[in-house]
């Protein structure tokens, strides 16, 4: 690399979309809580993966946060938030223990979609026991189903990843492809991206609810009632017209979970 020049994935995290360090801190943690609340299983005892970025807290360029391993989600605080580097994965603000698993995934986030400033991978309930059904798919059967139904990429395959994790979250994001926000995975979980911690909550929450309703409706052994696609996109247009700040005003509607004092 040439003395001043920047791989292309600094100059993207560099972009003014990324907000300031207490503000992400703020938002990373009240979506955990947020999550922790609507009881849906996704917080998997103490396996945190999710992340997002913001500006460093001291001096130029931007860290990665990432909830410590060990804290339950209904008691993270923007505080107790670590930074680690971009580029190295190295804790830059806060102390905890981080294994390979906790930073791979979010280095490998950021740098396979830069456009991308946060990501939850989690384990919810009714979504993962979907995942855990031959040929599984998310049917438009709800109107919870409409918002996220063009978003969704599928890896029905298993892979327990021991030997390189490196790989596997690259294998992930393979299977992602360069536009969805969202992927199930077989007989694991699911991974929700975004522009925002609060659009990558918004998806988890969306995509909790219209698995729940779909396992619902399965249980019923009747037929499932499709929506059209055209039906499908005509009433996704009219949702994001009507509320097109909705998945930020879904995160700000918990503020009453934070604790008073962050600091
Ligand atoms: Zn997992």
């Known amino acids: 690399m040439a003395p001043g ?15 300031d ?17 609507y009881r849906i299983g996704v917080n998997d005892g103490i396996f945190n993966h999710v992340s997002a970025l913001a500006r460093a807290r001291e001096g130029n360029g931007n860290v990665i946060l990432l909830v410590p391993y060990g804290v339950l989600w209904k008691d993270v605080t923007a505080e107790c938030l670590v930074a680690i580097d ?7 603000e806060g102390k905890a223990h981080l294994t390979k698993t906790d930073i791979g995934l979010h280095l490998t986030t ?16 009714y979504a993962t026991t979907l995942c855990c059904l031959e040929d599984f798919e998310v049917r438009c059967i709800s109107v919870s189903c409409i918002e996220i139904i063009n978003e969704i990429s599928y890896d029905r395959g298993f892979s327990d990843a021991s030997k390189d994790y490196g790989r596997e979250f690259d294998r992930w994001f393979d299977k992602l492809g360069d536009n969805n926000r969202i992927l199930m995975m077989g007989n694991h979980g699911v991974m929700t991206i975004g522009g925002s911690v609060a659009k990558s909550f918004d998806l988890m929450v969306a995509l909790e609810q219209a698995c729940r309703t779909q396992i619902t409706a399965m249980t019923t052994g009747a037929k499932l009632k499709e929506i059209s696609q ?5 009433f996704n247009g009219l949702l ?5 700040d909705h998945a930020q005003m879904h995160l700000e509607a918990f503020d009453n979970l934070m604790p008073s004092c962050t600091s």
Not at 21 to 36: G, H, I, P
């Open 5 to 19: 020049s920047e791989p292309s994935s600094i100059k993207l995290f560099n972009a003014p979309k990324i907000k």
């Open 21 to 37: 360090n207490a503000t992400v801190r703020k938002e990373l943690a009240q979506a955990c809580r947020a999550l922790d609340w």
């Open 86 to 92: 971009t580029e190295t994965g190295k804790v830059v």
């Open 240 to 244: 994001e017209e009507a509320y097109s």
């Open 110 to 125: 950021y740098r396979r979609r830069p456009e991308c400033t946060a990501v939850f991978h989690c384990h919810p309930t």
């Open 230 to 234: 055209a039906r499908c996109e005509r």
